[in-house]
């Protein structure tokens, strides 16, 4: 009767407001220790990972993959700034 959809909105509400959480988090930490290329990265993904989105609803699941493994690689980017 439909049951795993509800698991399956619940799911991406959840990865939304974490991805949403990590992203924001990864930024405000980037300014407040003065790290700009660690901004940037994290704003790249943030913006590959919208356009990640907007790839979804157009139904290209290649660019769709493209986009998050993008993003993924600058959020990384964004982190390893921060660490080293």
């Known amino acids: 009767m439909g049951g795993g959809n509800d698991f399956e909105k619940y799911a991406v509400a959840v990865i939304i407001v974490f991805g949403a959480l990590i992203i924001g988090g990864l930024m405000a930490a980037s300014m407040t220790f003065g790290h700009r ?11 590959a990972a919208w356009i990640s989105g907007n790839a979804l609803l157009l139904d290209r699941p290649r660019i769709y993959a493209l986009f998050v493994g993008i993003a993924a690689l600058m959020l990384v980017g964004s982190t390893l700034t921060l660490v080293l």
């Open 37 to 47: 290329n660690g901004f940037l990265f994290a704003l790249g993904g943030a913006t």
